[in-house]
């Protein structure tokens, strides 16, 4: 079965600085990848996703998440964090035919002014 | 213009009681999903629904039940209430049951059983 493990609970970043957020996956196929968000209070939205082909995929609000075979990673980037951007994230892996997503714990991103 | 709506967005209720959570989508998607995120923010599918066609339950407790009256509404009846049900309770909906449809979450039921 396939599971998502989300090595970081809570990372708490400064304004304006880089951010990555980590994802691994496991799944012997090619899964479907996906990065949501979850802003307080608030249901999930998605960021983006990685189904095939270009393993760097662009997403809503700055985002962008590269796929690594190798690593089974699908970790999320930003240049620079904008203190909008506090909220908990959330990688996703699906597959063909199975009709559901498993979800990783989670990990709540804290922006310091 | 609300995609997926869900009410109530808080429920207060005692251990025993029976209680029912309502979502709607105006999508026009075929497949709509509930979900349980716990304390720790983990979020688990409960159920999945294809044209008012259960595809998926995960193993929840038969206290917990769908029901699905047409393809833009699928409801969660929970019954006898346990303190171990409070949870935040998420509704979806996606074009079509595959995971390449992006889902669409709803802004979430807080249940809390005291």
């Known amino acids: 079965a396939q599971s998502v493990t989300q090595p970081d609970i809570h990372i708490t970043v400064s304004e304006g600085a880089s951010l990555e957020l980590r994802c691994n996956y496991s799944?012997?196929?090619?899964?479907?990848l996906f990065w949501y968000v979850q802003s307080p209070g608030q249901g999930l939205q998605l960021l983006l996703k990685?189904?095939?082909?270009?393993?760097l995929v662009q997403g809503i609000k700055g985002f962008e998440a590269e796929f690594k075979r190798s690593q089974s990673s699908f970790n999320l980037r930003k240049p620079s964090v904008h203190w909008s951007d506090a909220a908990e994230y959330f990688c996703?892996?699906?597959?063909?035919?199975?009709?559901?997503?498993?979800f990783g714990q989670g990990t709540r991103l804290t922006i310091n002014p | 213009d609300t995609a997926v709506s869900q009410t109530p967005k808080y429920l207060v209720t005692q251990m025993g009681n029976d209680k029912s959570i309502k979502c709607e989508q105006n999508?026009?998607?075929?497949?709509m999903y509930w979900y349980k995120q716990d304390s720790k923010k983990f979020l688990k599918i409960m159920f999945s629904?294809?044209?008012?066609?259960?595809?998926i339950n995960e193993t929840v407790p038969n206290r917990f039940s769908p029901k699905s009256p047409d393809k833009a509404h699928l409801n969660l009846h929970i019954n006898s209430l346990e303190l171990g049900d409070s949870a935040v309770y998420f509704c979806?909906?996606?074009?079509?049951?595959?995971?390449?449809?992006?889902?669409?979450f709803g802004p979430g039921t807080r249940l809390t059983v005291t």
């Open positions: 999508l026009g998607h075929d497949t």
């Open positions: 996703a892996v699906g597959t063909q035919g199975a009709q559901k997503l498993v």
């Open positions: 990685y189904f095939s082909g270009d393993t």
């Open positions: 629904y294809n044209n008012k066609e259960l595809i």
């Open positions: 799944y012997g196929a090619t899964p479907y």
């Open positions: 979806a909906s996606s074009l079509r049951g595959d995971p390449s449809y992006e889902q669409y």
